[in-house]
Structures are given as C-alpha cells and as structure tokens.
C-alpha cells in the first residue's frame, strides 16, 4: 500500500454504526483478505508438498489470521486425494518488557518443542515488523531439527528498522 494511497471510501461499505464518526476510510476490505488468505493456504500446500503441518500460532494478534488459514488449509485438504493432517499449538512471544526491548525473546506457552523434530512446521504471525523477533524465533525453533519451517503472515511493516526477514508467504506490505 502506498504512503499517499487515501483508501477505499466509507461509502462504499456496511459497517457497525458504533464506528461511525471513528473511521475515515477502508485500507484493505474483508473480500481481499479472505481471497488472498486463500490464496496463501494454495501457496502453502504448494510449497509443503501436501504434507502433514504442524502450525504454530503466534498469539495474540495471529489468532484469526490462523484460524481462517487453517480453515482453508483444511478445505485444500479436504479436496485433495490425500489426507493432510494439521495440528495446531499456540506460542506467545516476548521480546519488550514495558516498552523496552530485552534484546532476548521468550517463548511462552505451546507444547514442548522438542516435537517439532522432523516435522512441516508452520508458523501463522499477524504483522511482521522489524523480523527481529521472527528471526529469533526461527533459530530457537531450528535447534529442534524440524523437517521445514515456513512463515506465513498477513501483513509486513514497512519500516526503516527492518532488517529485510521476509516470510515465505503473506498479503501485502503495510
């Protein structure tokens, strides 16, 4: 999306009259998101190859992201010739204490992650930023030896601070 881009006008959407007065415009309407949250499951099968997936959700904002992610994974799964089976974990990632960073990240939450050995692992972020965290997570998670790792995300930050982490799949940069 372009910094000048002005959005989608008001009125060409219903929304709850609670945000009346609130919002000023629409960046990116639900139909595009769901198409393209679609499009990322395809990509996703493509590049597991139809294998079985472990999905770990980075909460809190990743949970609908995942969610419908993994609804439509399932759908592909549903309409292939083969079984994929899913399983999703939920992590929490700390990497700020009171707004400051801590320079080390904790994983909070999820199974033990030593049964991510030889596994399809899936990671479902909401918003990637700088990728720092991301980074780290990857290495924390690499020294399990899982089969694949790959990173799905609906949004990338674009900011000055990024130190180029891209995910293998997602929307749109914001």
């Excluded at 399983?87 to 960073?101: C, E, H, M, T």
């Excluded at 998670?141 to 899982?146: N, S």
Aim: hydrophobic share 35%.
């Amino acid at each position: 999306i372009m910094d000048d881009w002005p959005g989608y006008d008001l009125n060409l959407f219903t929304y709850p009259q609670h945000y009346y007065g609130d919002l000023e415009y629409v960046l990116i309407p639900h139909g595009i998101i769901v198409d393209r949250i679609e499009r990322l499951a395809k990509d996703i099968m493509k590049d597991i190859g139809y294998s079985d997936i472990m999905v770990l959700c980075v909460l809190k904002g990743g949970y609908k992201f995942c969610a419908d992610l993994v609804e439509h994974l399932k759908n592909i799964s549903r309409n292939s010739d083969r079984f994929i089976s899913m399983k999703v974990d939920f992590i929490r990632l700390k990497s700020y204490r009171n707004d400051q960073s801590m320079g080390e990240m904790q994983i909070i939450g999820g199974d033990d992650l030593s049964t991510l050995a030889g596994k399809n692992v899936l990671i479902v972020e909401d918003v990637v930023g700088t990728g720092r965290t991301m980074k780290a997570l990857l290495s924390s998670i690499e020294k399990y030896k899982p089969n694949m790792i790959k990173v799905a995300s609906l949004l990338v930050k674009r900011t000055s601070r990024s130190d180029g982490f891209r995910p293998d799949s997602h929307m749109r940069d914001q």
